[in-house]
């Protein structure tokens, strides 16, 4: 076992990992389902294709892939990890899919738990477990976030449907010294009285209990959005937030290695990039590939960036996550890698 630092105040991003599912649907194959086309969806959104979880898959399967592949660039066993905490709004199970993944990855010794905070849900998460590691109780933490709105959109919406798919991502963090501290900052932030412009509410169906009472059934009504406020929301909200972080660390934008944004649309990942004058080759985007996987997007796009060597230890990042509650926040981090 690594010893532990002895000033503990600081955590260190040491290990990513992601999984997608198989079955992949082009923006021309929901053409025929919706009438929409690969033109439109490509011009307003970038995206090109996404992933869909089928029979064979499930949210807690992506998330224990995911989670397994972090554990392994992190060097960890999985009975060393104290933490695992799952962001997602899509659990296989409403009573919380993470004790599943704790199972799954063998981590014997974690407690795990979900956490719900929509598209903000990773950066949320990651925050979270910082704080347990920086207070010294815990010292390894694994953090998830995944979603599946495949199940919940509804796909005869073509305002909606064109822009979500299902994946996973993980990182692992590791409480350090003070001096190592990769969690630069952070600010979150929420805003319910907002929060009528994204929804996946609950049927509010009404069946009879017994005479004179009733019961609500349970279950879902398909993702509901008002796309243009929650657009201009994020143009609105992700430039005031970080920038608001960049000066209380006096960093100049110029000093960043990358713009890693919650990947909902490009052209909010472009209005935000050129509020900073940051260059397109320092923001990154997966959306041609995977679309909006919710609280995935983050650690999806992460990993993939750390796998084709893009982001390398050291690295300054600048991260934003933002959607349903509504909900977003910003942080600075510093990737560090396996040593
Ligand atoms: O994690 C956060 C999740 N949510 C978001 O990130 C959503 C943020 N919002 C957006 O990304 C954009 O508002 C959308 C991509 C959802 C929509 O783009 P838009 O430029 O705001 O389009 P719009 O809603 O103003 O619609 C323009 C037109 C409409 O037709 P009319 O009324 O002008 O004739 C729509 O009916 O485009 C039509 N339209 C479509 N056409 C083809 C809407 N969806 C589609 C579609 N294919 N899929």
């Not at 086309?37 to 064979?56: C, E, F, H, M």
């Not at 100049?252 to 990039?273: G, M, S, Y």
């Not at 959607?323 to 600075?332: E, P, R, T």
Request: charged share 20%; aromatic share 6%; glycine share 10%.
């Amino acid at each position: 076992m690594a010893e532990t630092p002895k000033n503990i105040g600081g955590v260190a991003l040491v290990g990513s990992g992601s999984a997608i599912p198989s079955q992949k649907v082009t923006n021309d194959e929901l053409g025929m389902r919706v009438d929409t086309n690969d033109l439109w969806i490509k011009s307003r959104t970038g995206i090109g294709a996404r992933r869909v979880i089928g029979p064979n898959e499930t949210l807690s399967d992506l998330s224990h892939l995911a989670g397994e592949a972090a554990l392994q660039m992190a060097g960890w066993s999985p009975e060393s990890v104290d933490l695992i905490l799952l962001a997602t709004s899509t659990p296989d199970d409403l009573f919380g899919s993470a004790p599943k993944v704790q199972a799954k990855l063998g981590a014997c010794n974690a407690v795990a738990f979900d956490l719900t905070a929509a598209c903000s849900g990773f950066l949320f998460a990651l925050v979270t477990a910082a704080q347990f590691l920086r207070g010294g109780s815990m010292r390894r933490a694994l953090v998830i976030g995944a979603d599946q709105l495949s199940r919940w959109v509804d796909w005869d919406d073509r305002r909606t449907c064109v822009l979500f798919g299902d994946g996973a991502g993980a990182v692992a963090i590791e409480a350090t010294s003070t001096e190592e501290d990769a969690l630069i900052d952070f600010k979150l932030k929420s805003d319910g009285a907002r929060g009528d412009c994204l929804n996946l509410p609950q049927l509010g169906e009404f069946l009879p209990l017994i005479t004179g009472t009733t019961h609500q059934r349970g279950g879902f009504s398909p993702v509901q959005m008002n796309g243009q406020e929650v657009y201009k929301f994020a143009v609105r909200e992700v430039p005031a937030i970080l920038g608001e972080l960049l000066s209380a660390n006096k960093i100049d934008p110029e000093k960043l290695n990358w713009l890693l944004l919650h990947q909902a649309n490009q052209r909010i990942l472009d209005a935000v990039a050129q509020r900073f004058s940051i260059p397109q080759d320092k923001v990154l985007s997966n959306l041609a590939d995977y679309g909006n996987t919710s609280a995935a997007t983050i650690p999806l796009m992460l990993d993939e960036a750390v796998k084709d060597g893009r982001v390398q230890s050291g690295h300054l990042i600048a991260t934003s996550g933002f959607g349903a509650g509504l909900s977003w926040g910003a942080a600075l981090l510093r990737w560090r890698g396996p040593i």
